[in-house]
DNA sequence: ATTTTATATATAATAATTTATATATAAAGG
DNA sequence: CCTTTATATATAAATTATTATATATAAAAT
């Protein structure tokens, strides 16, 4: 699947492994993230499978780049995965829920800590939806030729956010919950 | 991971691969999953690592069962993870939002049906966690030594339960943007 | 009468992902 | 002066997870 993370990207512009990285860490980290490790090896793969070409690109005093562009192949199999409808919701893994489900035998002080640790943390990223991520998409937006492209990723970071959001509100509700 | 959701569940009781198979679907599906196969092979692993033990139960007429109990070791490792505190967000992985993000250059009629389709299946998972499974984590509250765990297990119902009305809240808003 | 569903386990092959490590250099910060 | 951060790529090893397949039988449904 990352497979057309990267696919989708290259079809804006070439890039190297490592200028990837960093999109996706800015861009797609609330719905999409991989490591540096399998994006190297991805797109070499997707190399060997024709759907980008790279070529080395040298620089002086930097270790030369490996950049890589979309092929003809690889804009057909990226639209081609776009137009085809999830007919399934993507399954969920909250490792938070599964300790929480186990809890019984805990102390309950225990998990209490954790519920307000985790708080913090998504408290922390919901402020960087309505800040940081926010502000870039708006600069986007008043590009004309990007216009269309920011209405999406502002659907986008709304997720985030509303996420966040109801992470935060079903905190507050459980740690009062089992508080009493 | 699933290592420890296959320990809590054998912290109740002994258990074969298909009882925990069982289970998982119908009380962890929300927030942890695993195919048949990766249960199986899962248990394997852990025999191995002496955190349970399994014997074999004969059944007539029916395959025999290859039945895992937890072991002293299993016990101590299940509970030093529960005692353990996330200091992280569990990153997400959500394709749809993945396809939203790269679909600009797509007909914008193709990505509206997908969402409504999408807002159906989140409706029937909503619908589910209201009924259903409300019922049966109500059933087990009852019980005075269940009580405890329905408490947790409530919580997590209830986080199925927001997410679904989180996700539906989003698409609308979402559609309704990309409608104008 | 035939098909499907449920009960039960198991493995091979493949794909996806993570962790760890190696190399190299310049700029910036303390 | 030394350490950290940023720039850049790459691979090995291990773990995690999915897909596909094989076997066997009884009960239930059509």
Same mark, same amino acid.
């Given at each position: 699947?990352?497979?057309?993370?990267?696919?989708?990207?290259?079809?804006?512009?070439?890039?190297?492994?490592?200028?990837?990285?960093?999109?996706?860490?800015?861009?797609?980290?609330?719905?999409?993230?991989?490591?540096?490790?399998?994006?190297?090896?991805?797109?070499?793969?997707?190399?060997?499978?024709?759907?980008?070409?790279?070529?080395?690109?040298?620089?002086?005093?930097?270790?030369?780049?490996?950049?890589?562009?979309?092929?003809?192949?690889?804009?057909?199999?990226?639209?081609?995965?776009?137009?085809?409808?999830?007919?399934?919701?993507?399954?969920?893994?909250?490792?938070?829920?599964?300790?929480?489900? !186990?809890?019984?035998?805990? %102390?309950?002080?225990? *998990?209490?800590?954790?519920?307000?640790?985790?708080? $913090? =943390?998504?408290?922390?990223?919901?402020?960087?939806?309505?800040?940081?991520?926010?502000?870039?998409?708006?600069?986007?937006?008043?590009?004309?030729?990007?216009?269309?492209?920011?209405?999406?990723?502002?659907?986008?970071?709304? !997720?985030?956010?509303?996420? %966040?959001?109801?992470? *935060?509100?079903?905190?507050?509700?459980?740690?009062? $919950? =089992?508080?009493?």
């Amino acid at each position: 699947m990352l497979k057309y993370a990267l696919l989708g990207f290259l079809n804006y512009s070439s890039y190297s492994g490592y200028d990837l990285k960093q999109l996706m860490d800015v861009s797609t980290a609330n719905f999409w993230h991989a490591k540096q490790s399998q994006i190297y090896t991805t797109l070499k793969k997707m190399e060997k499978d024709e759907l980008v070409i790279s070529h080395i690109e040298p620089q002086e005093s930097r270790p030369n780049r490996r950049v890589y562009e979309i092929t003809e192949a690889g804009q057909t199999d990226l639209r081609e995965w776009l137009s085809q409808p999830l007919m399934t919701i993507e399954p969920r893994k909250e490792t938070l829920l599964l300790k929480l489900f !186990f809890s019984a035998q805990l %102390a309950p002080q225990r *998990i209490l800590t954790e519920m307000r640790l985790q708080k $913090n =943390l998504h408290q922390t990223e919901l402020a960087t939806y309505q800040t940081t991520t926010k502000d870039v998409i708006t600069q986007f937006s008043a590009s004309e030729d990007m216009k269309d492209d920011a209405r999406l990723w502002e659907a986008t970071r709304r !997720f985030g956010e509303l996420y %966040a959001e109801m992470y *935060i509100r079903w905190l507050d509700e459980t740690i009062e $919950n =089992l508080e009493s």
